[in-house]
């Protein structure tokens, strides 16, 4: 899938959100969710104008008295289901939910998941069966949510130190953010796993289209060192 992740594209993509009831702190296994990247097509993007100064995109004027420009861009969209054909296009989603360790096998398909903003994401083995998991904290650590989720993870990790295989913070991948452009909106960090790599990405979800994500950056991290993962 990495290679279909290219930088300054648009994806068009609505979180898939499973049906899932859970404990806070346990181990919640979510339904394989296939997807394929499709063909990207070009696309005339109505952006707001901006004026730029530095690093900084400044508003001239109220929001009604910004004017529009087009912009022809590559636009790629999410499907459901599997490309039988071009299996690199394919890749299953894991969706957060904070106060647990959420849970995915890990056999054929790429794993992505988000948004990142401290969680861990992890792949283990339970029970001789490979797993990619979304420690799922929250922005405060002293949440119940989060202590539930860390409490879960360490105390199994501990506890089966053999079977933890290996890890990364996609967040921390960006101390600095890569630089926004016209119609930019909120910053979003995505985690994908493939069998060979570990991948944090960096998109801006735009202004107008909150299914619509611009592709900033993206960087292969080095696992972080196997017992730094038993107490996160």
Known sequence: M????????????????????YELGAFVTQPTVALTIDQSVHEKLQVPKWDSKGDDFVREGPQNQQKLVSQKQRVSSVSAGE??????RNFQ????????????????????????SGCWMVVYKKEGIEYVGHVGTVDSADNIRSV????????????NQ????????PAK????????????????????????????????????????????????????????????
């Open 93 to 116: 989603w894991l969706r957060y939910y904070g106060g647990a360790v959420n849970q995915v096998t890990f056999d054929n398909l790429d794993v992505l998941s988000g948004d990142f």
């Open 148 to 159: 539930k989720a860390k409490e879960a993870w360490n105390k199994f990790a501990e506890n």
């Open 173 to 232: 991948a960006w101390p600095i953010k890569p630089k926004k452009i016209d119609g930019d909106g909120v910053a979003r960090i995505w985690g994908l796993v493939t069998k060979s790599e570990l991948v944090s990405i960096f998109l801006y979800r735009q202004d107008k289209d909150w299914n619509r994500f611009r592709i900033a950056d993206w960087k292969v991290v080095d696992p972080s060192f196997v017992p730094q993962l038993y107490q996160i």
């Open 2 to 21: 990495l290679e279909k992740l290219i930088k300054g594209r648009y994806l068009t993509f609505s979180y898939p959100v499973p049906k899932i009831t």
């Open 83 to 88: 490309n039988a054909d071009k299996a690199h």
């Open 162 to 169: 053999r079977d933890v295989l290996r890890g990364f913070s």
